[in-house]
């Protein structure tokens, strides 16, 4: 069998996530402090504290290190290692990063250092995120355009599953939308509790600052990863430079990326990190997907495998 780690993004975190593997485990409680360290914070008040937890210089470390510790567990239980690796947006990262692209604190740092800039890149504009139900990508991609020709700035951002698409833009030119997708035969359209416009050219001040720093913290991975927005798979540092910067203003295309997978082979997926955001997903693509985050679900996937 044939096994794919899975890394949720941004929106999968959650008030407390992570302490149940840091009471139990020693590997999670050392993870812990090393995080501390880098974020110059405690990391364990960080994940009691909602507020600072969904301040996105926040979440997505905190998101990347809860990852590292449930595959630091499941590797220390289990000999079972992956062909390949990928994941949702800040996923891509975590599944590069934590699979030999780089140092357990390069990490932290690279995607403390990500979410400040992306918030440094929204911080005068007022953007938002909307989520766009029963409506096909090819007929999105071209309302997106023609509304982008008329000023308005929205742009389609995640292709999680046909018929459910996330978009990202002005949250005001979002907002007024909102109706016209409904006339053209959305059926549900729901705004997200977000600052950030993610994967759209509202993003592109943060390429170059994030580019640099990659330079100076990755090295090749151990193992093959999918690009969110190509579809490619790398494991050179060079790709990973181009991969992981072009991310932040190209669309997830998350669905294709499955569909990948499976066309390399791979037969399970296990999601490592809080909550079950792509086992969701995964099982209306027919993805057989174990999720781990927290002690029971740890056990419950050792006791499948």
Do not use: W
């Amino acid at each position: 069998m044939k096994y794919a780690f899975l890394y949720p993004g941004q929106g999968s975190q959650s008030l407390n996530m992570g302490l149940d593997f840091i009471a139990n485990f020693k590997v999670a409680k050392e993870l812990s402090q090393r995080a501390s360290e880098v974020l110059k914070c405690d990391f364990e008040d960080l994940l009691k504290d909602e507020s600072r937890l969904n301040l996105t210089q926040f979440t997505q470390p905190a998101i990347f290190t809860v990852s590292a510790m449930a595959q630091a567990i499941f590797e220390s239980e289990s000999e079972i290692r992956p062909t390949l690796a990928f994941g949702h947006s800040l996923g891509e990262v975590s599944s590069y990063c934590l699979n030999g692209g780089a140092s357990f604190e390069d990490g932290v740092n690279l995607t403390h250092k990500r979410g400040e800039f992306m918030a440094k890149a929204c911080e005068d504009k007022e953007c938002g995120m909307l989520v766009v139900l029963g409506l096909k990508e090819s007929l999105l991609k071209t309302m997106c355009e023609e509304e982008r020709k008329k000023g308005a700035k929205v742009y389609a951002a995640n292709f999680n599953l046909e018929g459910q698409t996330v978009l990202a833009g002005i949250k005001k030119d979002l907002e007024s939308f909102m109706p016209v997708l409904k006339e053209a035969g959305a059926k549900r359209t729901l705004l997200l509790n977000m600052s950030v416009a993610s994967h759209c050219d509202l993003l592109q001040s943060a390429c170059a600052p994030f580019e640099t720093l990659l330079e100076s913290k990755l090295q090749d991975s151990k193992i093959e990863v999918i690009s969110n927005a190509t579809l490619e798979l790398y494991k050179s540092k060079d790709k990973a430079l181009v991969n992981l910067t072009s991310q932040l203003i190209m669309p997830v295309r998350y669905h294709e990326c499955v569909e990948v997978a499976k066309l390399k082979g791979i037969t399970c997926f296990i999601e490592f990190g809080n909550g079950t955001v792509l086992a969701g997903l995964n099982a209306k693509l027919g993805a057989q997907t174990l999720s781990i985050n927290n002690t029971e679900s740890l056990k419950g996937t050792l006791g499948k495998l």
